[in-house]
């Protein structure tokens, strides 16, 4: 069974960095591409960033470009996500979720990470 | 980016209704469309993919189709668990673009 379990979210001030994390199972991680989407409260979906299988190919929405990181280590099957000069904005529920081999969609999805950008 | 814009953004409905969400997208992306239920505090659920394929174990009386610009996914026959949000996203090229969603309210 395909499982997603995202980490690491939590309040964060202005300007500060946190890093989310994402264990993956049930799959060969490495064969997959990821992705992360975000969920304003009472909003649509955002895309974020997206990773190849082997990490060397990076993918991000304009609102985040310079400002997150998307890694992954194949060894531990993690996704990660690295979110530094938070803002106001970036408050959601983010979503890791693998990328569907028919098509750069998303087939399987974690339960979400809540990340609160607040002073 | 491509925009992606969704219509309507709600409307009720009654259990047992043929209900069509449409999807357009601000240049071709071919069939590069994928369809997502959302329900309230859980993550969003692949329907549909490549604009008309359902993914499996999706119930068949939803569809999807379109190519190009336009796209519709139809419920033929709602039932109580359908009621929802969807959303379409766009996968013809990066940055990724979802639609506003649509939300399926009991009426």
Known sequence: EVQLVESGGGLVQPGGSL????????????????????????????????????????????????????????????????????????TAVYYCARVFRGGDCADYWGQGSLVTVSS | AIRMTQSPSSFSASTGDRVTITCRASQGISNYLAWYQQKPGKAPKLLIYGASSLQSGVPSRFSGSGSGTDFTLTISYLQSEDFATYHCQQYYSYPLTFGGGTKVEIK
Do not use: H
């Open chain 1, 19 to 90: 890093r989310l994390s994402c264990a993956a199972s049930g799959f060969i991680f490495s064969n997959y591409a990821m992705t992360w989407v975000r969920q304003a409260p009472g909003t649509g979906l955002e895309w974020v960033s997206a990773v190849n299988g082997g990490g060397a190919t990076t993918y991000y929405a304009d609102s985040v470009k310079g400002r997150f990181i998307i890694s992954r280590d194949n060894s531990k099957n993690t996704l990660f996500l690295q979110m530094d000069s938070l803002r106001a904005e970036d």
